[in-house]
């Protein structure tokens, strides 16, 4: 805590000395915001991450806002460049959550688009695809109505058919555990696409075979020895699983999906810096709000089951 205390401090008096560009133009505070984003995440995961991130995105929309110093071009882009995109990846896959507002829409995904980002472990056209659906999203919230329109239609079918022809390479050719770790995000985005725009539920004959080879993927993971990178697909195939039957096969016998979810969430926990605690909390919370429905045998209506169950509780939740 005094540490979190002298940061707080530091970025007080920088803030209060220099003048935006100067400050925008400072490596030290992109990367102290980086640094306590991640502290917060960890810590707690509320709100208090966020307003790191934002922080993070006005210092780089005005330092994009002014030519770079030749100094800048050639000892400090890659780090501004590396922040922008840990923002930004922790920004699209927090909304994919709770349908949030979009903070870093203008990232450049583009970037050598189908080759992996270790860091991200899948491709940056994977998240710009991601990205373009939670603001369809956000559109279909903001009007229900227009999700019967021809427009939003075909633009769901687009990033569907993108999504579904997506190929992600890496580097070396060899490295079969990115690759995986790629490939299991794509899938999950392919379901989350299905849950938000298609109104697909667990029950939904495509959510009862996709679940399941998810997280007969993530097994695969976890016995290849990734353990990292996994937090978001486990979240997505976890809070669709359907709670009337929740078996899935895993090396040839029968397991409770839900049990399978907290065991590894339970592996994941020893070696990432995630707030499982958090992401946790908020599978079971949904679980559990779930299971009372039926108990209630309450209609869904017109409102998607993602937007029902999953967005209520999952504000401010990190999932990178």
């Keep these: 805590m005094q540490l979190k205390a002298r940061v707080l401090h530091f970025l007080r008096g920088r803030l209060n000395q220099g003048d935006s560009v100067e400050i925008s133009r400072d490596p030290e505070m992109i990367t102290t915001s980086v640094i306590m984003c991640l502290y917060e995440i960890i810590d707690a995961c509320d709100e208090q991450w966020v307003v790191y991130l934002r922080g993070a995105r006005d210092i780089i929309r005005i330092r994009k806002q002014f030519p770079l110093l030749a100094t800048e071009k050639s000892l400090w882009q890659p780090l501004f460049s590396f922040s922008e995109r840990f923002f930004a990846y922790q920004d699209v896959l927090g909304r994919t959550a709770c349908a949030g507002v979009p903070n870093f829409k ?84 392919i379901l989350y696409l299905h849950c938000t725009l298609y109104n697909a539920s667990p029950n939904t004959d495509f959510v009862v075979r996709r679940v399941p080879e998810i997280l007969q993927n993530i ?18 195939a976890a809070v669709e699983l359907n ?56 209609m869904q209506g017109i409102t998607s089951d993602w937007e029902k169950y999953v967005e209520p509780v999952s504000v401010n939740l990190s999932l990178g």
């Design 219 to 236: 097994s695969l993971c976890l016995d290849s020895g990734l353990v990292t990178s996994l937090t978001w697909p486990v979240f997505v």
């Design 106 to 189: 203008s990232c450049a995904w583009t970037s050598k688009a189908h080759e992996i980002d270790i860091s991200m472990g899948c491709s940056p056209e994977l998240f710009h695809i991601l990205g373009s659906v939670t603001d369809l999203i956000k559109l279909k919230r903001k009007d229900p109505m227009c999700a019967s329109e021809e427009l939003f239609i075909n633009e769901a079918a687009s990033l569907e058919q993108r999504l579904n022809g997506l190929i992600q390479t890496v580097h070396q050719d060899d490295d079969c555990v990115i690759l995986h770790s790629a490939e299991l995000k794509r899938q999950a985005a």
């Design 243 to 298: 709670p009337l039957d929740d078996m899935i096969m895993l090396d040839n016998r029968h397991v409770s999906g839900r049990e399978f979810v907290l065991s590894t969430l339970a592996v994941m926990s020893t070696c990432t810096i995630a707030n499982l605690e958090r992401t946790r909390s908020v599978i079971v919370d949904v679980w559990q709000r779930r299971d009372l429905s039926l108990l209630e045998n309450t």
